[in-house]
Nanobody, 128 residues
């Protein structure tokens, strides 16, 4: 079992920055990667960014490429999502998920249904 806990959300103005954190614990040896997803009111959950646990591979949604950066702190088992130049359309509940290593191989980037463990989410609101 793996537990993930997000933090760092809040209310910011357009153009400002936020850094989200995702602290993971438990049987981390089984984890292949971590991903960030978001869901705005009335919309389906969408992929934002992902990183392999070895931190050798990252992937970003086109909508955040160049503005968001995903990274990992090995010592803390924590994944970060640095969000710069935030826009009102970035407003959503941001959730972190852990993906277990699959014997048949892992799809990359992971789709929501590929994720095995989810946090409760942290709200990001971008508004003037």
């Amino acid at each position: 079992q793996v537990q993930v806990v997000e933090s760092g959300g809040g209310l910011v103005q357009p153009g400002e920055s936020l850094r989200l954190s995702c602290a993971a614990s438990g049987s981390m040896f089984s984890i292949y990667g971590m991903g960030w997803y978001r869901q705005a009111p009335g919309k389906e959950r969408e992929f934002v960014a992902a990183i392999t646990w070895s931190a050798t591979r990252t992937y970003y949604a086109d909508s955040v490429k160049g503005r968001f950066t995903i990274s990992r702190d090995n010592a803390k088992d924590t994944v970060y999502l640095q969000m710069n130049s935030l826009k009102p359309e970035d407003t959503a509940l941001y959730s972190c998920a852990a993906v277990e290593r699959k014997a048949s191989g892992n799809i990359w980037p992971p789709r929501s249904r590929d994720c095995d463990y989810w946090g409760q989410g942290t709200q990001v609101t971008v508004s003037s």
